[in-house]
């Protein structure tokens, strides 16, 4: 939401593998072993940030939590866009417009909304820095209706987020603020969010020097110097100014900067970016740091995903939660999952899960959400070897990841099959060899399998209903492949659709939401392995769960 189409068009090259509509039948089988004797590094819940682009339009106050899909069962930060100004609406004085007074302060609703999400046992990532629009000559919207340009008095700024976190100290007390995190300003090289009046690139990256350095001081003075700030660059592609410059600068002058984050955006399904890859991005950051001196940083990508849909709405191409409602999604995700933990990195934040005007809680979980609430549950275990033999062929990528937690009781595994086109049909034919820890040979070994394919995902259920009702792309606002047909401003164009969804169709479609676990005993061999296959679909994704299952009576084949 935060690269505009028009610039991150020009940014975005060229065309990436892609098949229009024709079979990717996996010539070959893709065999993966994996030993459990061999455990490796940690890993992270690479699935812990939600991102808002406007918390006082996006009250948690109401949130009830869901007994059939929840992202509280795996969230762990609200990640706040411009969360202390900008615009009239977000700038915290009791009179925005009046310019004559500058300390007229009123942080109220950016505390309430804070209340909300600690509420529910998160923990608030705030972007500050937003300049108010009264703090700035000059003042330019930029690309997202928020003031680019930097403060004319940086006192009378320092002041404001000197009372801000006054008020948050208030509100919360010290304690709770340490867990919190915070960064100035999203894309900081981004000129179209922030911005000298010169459009010098070198007086902007002086400005936004400033910016950080008198946002942090406000902060630590007023809560603690042991806040966690950072900084959140594009990366990705290029912006105004080059963001290792910033890196050099934070390190030379012992600026706080505990972690650095970048955005990642694909320009639709089918075609990748021309920047950095994924890994790339991370590496890209990493290595500015460790250059200078920084090696201890946190980092993670706050925004991406895929721009764009293949169809257009009435209004936009944009996808308003980054993602596809078709499966092709869920391979996408999944190999996002994998590339993030090859990379070291700590998250990817999402937009959104579900298909209501609240996508975090209301409506149809997509199959993102089925990809992130599993790959979640690696949190903690340690990350086994996974050797590949074997070639799917078709222009199929297919990837596992594997983990032992930490107790030794449970092996957790992810395989996928993914093909960089939206409507790739055919199978991919997968054997998993389990070496089993030494204490389960000869021992019941519980395997559970989630799929997370056609059959679990109720949005092309939805592509056929539009087809034949004559639901044209028309009457959307946004791309109709985003699965957020409610989604305020971005989904369905009228209210008579809207409510022909919630009352009519939404019904129809729950049940294709949901995952249906299969489960079986298998005996581990003597020499303590294990096999386990899947036929799985192109832009499709499994996951089995392994346990010792001496003291466990369940069923074989189970379905829930």
Request: hydrophobic share 40%; charged share 25%.
């Amino acid at each position: 939401m935060h690269i505009t189409q028009k610039s991150f068009a020009a940014a975005v090259g060229a065309f990436a593998f892609t098949w229009c509509g024709i079979a990717a039948e996996g010539t070959g089988e893709t065999i993966f072993s994996i030993d459990a004797d061999n455990p490796g590094k940690t890993l992270s819940n690479v699935n812990k940030v939600l991102t808002l682009w406007e918390l006082q339009e996006s009250s948690f106050a109401n949130v009830k939590r869901r007994n059939d899909a929840d992202v509280l069962e795996f969230a762990e930060y609200v990640e706040v866009m411009g969360a202390t100004g900008g615009n009239d609406r977000r700038d915290c004085f009791k009179d925005p417009a009046n310019r004559a007074v500058l300390d007229d302060y009123d942080f109220s609703r950016l505390v309430a909304g804070c209340r909300d999400i600690v509420r529910l046992g998160l923990k608030p990532y705030l972007k500050l820095g937003n300049v108010p629009r009264k703090f700035s000559s000059d003042i330019d919207s930029g690309d997202f209706g928020m003031n680019i340009r930097p403060p004319l008095d940086y006192d009378a700024y320092g002041r404001y987020m000197a009372a801000c976190a006054k008020a948050l100290l208030d509100a919360f007390g010290r304690d709770e603020l340490l867990t919190w995190r915070f960064a100035v300003l999203t894309e900081f090289e981004n000129a179209g969010w922030f911005k000298d009046a010169t459009g010098s690139a070198e007086k902007t990256f002086q400005a936004y020097c400033r910016l950080y350095e008198v946002t942090v001081d406000a902060f630590t003075r007023t809560i603690s110097p042991d806040l966690t700030f950072g900084a959140h660059a594009m990366a990705v592609t290029e912006g105004l100014w080059d963001e290792r410059k910033f890196i050099k600068y934070a390190a030379e002058r012992h600026i706080p900067l505990k972690f650095v984050t970048a955005s990642f955006y694909d320009f639709n399904p089918g075609r990748f970016t021309s920047g950095f890859n994924l890994p790339n991005t991370i590496g890209h950051l990493r290595n500015a740091a460790e250059s200078v001196g920084l090696t201890n940083l946190v980092y993670g990508i706050d925004e991406g995903r895929i721009l764009s849909g293949l169809a257009r709405g009435a209004k936009s191409g944009a996808l308003a939660m980054r993602i596809v409602g078709d499966t092709y999604q869920a391979a996408y995700d999944a190999r996002i999952v994998r590339q993030l933990f090859d990379s070291n990195a700590d998250y990817f934040a999402a937009w959104g899960y579900f298909s209501g005007p609240h996508t975090w809680f209301d409506g149809l979980p997509s199959v993102s959400f089925h990809v992130a609430r599993e790959s979640a549950k690696f949190k903690g275990m340690r990350r086994l070897p996974v050797a590949a033999e074997g070639k799917a062929g078709g222009g199929v990528e297919a990837d596992a990841v594997a983990a032992l937690s930490v107790d030794g009781g449970t092996i957790r595994i992810m395989a996928y099959s993914f093909v960089n086109n939206l409507h790739a049909t055919g199978k991919t034919p997968l054997r998993m060899k389990v070496k089993l820890p030494a204490a389960w040979k000869g021992q019941d070994v519980r395997v559970v399998r989630k799929t997370i394919d056609d059959d679990a995902n109720w949005f092309d259920e939805w592509r056929r209903i539009r087809r034949e009702r004559g639901i044209g792309d028309d009457r959307f606002n946004w791309s109709p492949d985003d699965p957020a047909p409610m989604h305020a401003g971005c989904g369905l164009k009228s209210e008579k659709d809207r409510q022909m969804f919630v009352k009519e169709i939404e019904p129809m479609l729950r049940d294709h939401a949901k995952l249906r676990p299969v489960e079986e005993r298998m005996k581990a061999s003597a020499e303590g392995t294990v096999e386990l296959a899947a036929s799985l679909p192109v832009n499709s994704v499994v996951f089995f769960e392994l346990a010792k299952d001496s003291t466990l009576h369940l069923p074989l084949n189970n379905h829930h």
